[in-house]
């Protein structure tokens, strides 16, 4: 079973809008992490918000908010409103366990493409 | 603070030649991973470092990938020999062990076997 499912391969907005990039995890591990990665074009990794599994309120970062329902395994990452450079790859990863330094496992990735 | 630096960007190789690739992590980053990416996919772990010593690599092929981080600092990947489906961009990443354990990606090496 896949440990990440992003079941929207692609995605539409235009600018100012907001957007719901949809994330689901699958983990018998009480203690997990939940991250949300930008690539653009360009290949690199970007970081953009971190979510806990025992984090209390939902996680924010300027324009990204990361809606965690825990009951539901889901960690949808919401992207108010958009900008053209927002136009990227965007990826879900989980990090299973309490240890910082354990690997991510990533989702197939939705990309995100952002009109004027 | 300087980022996590890759070397080559860029690299065309022909089946059965070896290639290698070079990662130098964030200053004081003890943990180190180098992750292969399929066209369309996500990024998939191939090794772990902490330090100098390998913490997870059981989804390295190991008949054809090695990789080491002698000095726990830099590290390189090689394919010898490359087959057609390595095919990939080869990302390295750091992490620190705090900041919630974040890993920083570097820029990534494209590759691409004819």
């Known amino acids: 079973a896949q440990k990440i499912t992003q079941t929207q391969p692609g995605m539409f907005v235009q600018e100012k809008e907001a957007v719901t990039l949809d994330c689901t995890y699958d983990?018998?591990?009480?203690?997990?992490?939940l991250f949300w990665y930008k690539q653009p074009s360009s290949g690199e990794m970007i970081f953009l918000i971190y979510?806990?599994?025992?984090?209390?309120q939902n996680a924010t970062e300027g324009r990204y908010s990361l809606n965690f329902q825990k009951a539901r395994k889901s960690a949808n990452l919401v992207i108010s409103a958009s900008q053209l450079g927002d136009s990227a790859m965007y990826f879900c990863?989980?990090?299973?366990?309490?240890?910082?330094?354990?690997?991510?496992?990533f989702g197939k990735g939705t990309t995100l493409s952002v009109s004027s | 603070e300087a980022g996590v630096a890759q070397s080559p960007r860029y690299k065309i190789i022909e089946k059965r030649q070896s290639v290698a690739f070079w990662c130098n992590p964030i200053?004081?980053?003890?943990?180190l991973y180098w992750y292969q990416q399929i066209l369309g996919q996500g990024p998939k772990l191939l090794i772990q470092?902490?330090?100098?010593?390998?913490?997870?690599d059981s989804q390295l092929p190991k008949d054809r990938f090695s990789a080491e981080r002698l000095k726990g600092v830099d590290s390189t990947l090689k394919i010898q020999p490359a087959k057609l489906e390595d095919s990939a961009v080869y990302l390295c990443?750091?992490?620190?062990?705090?900041?919630?354990?974040?890993?920083?990606f570097g820029p990534g090496t494209r590759l691409t076997v004819l």
């Open positions: 990863a989980m990090r299973e366990g309490s240890q910082a330094g354990t690997a991510l496992i």
């Open positions: 983990t018998s591990d009480p203690s997990y992490g």
């Open positions: 979510q806990g599994s025992y984090d209390q």
């Open positions: 470092f902490q330090n100098n010593g390998v913490v997870d």
């Open positions: 990443a750091s992490t620190q062990g705090q900041d919630w354990g974040t890993q920083y």
């Open positions: 200053s004081g980053h003890a943990t």
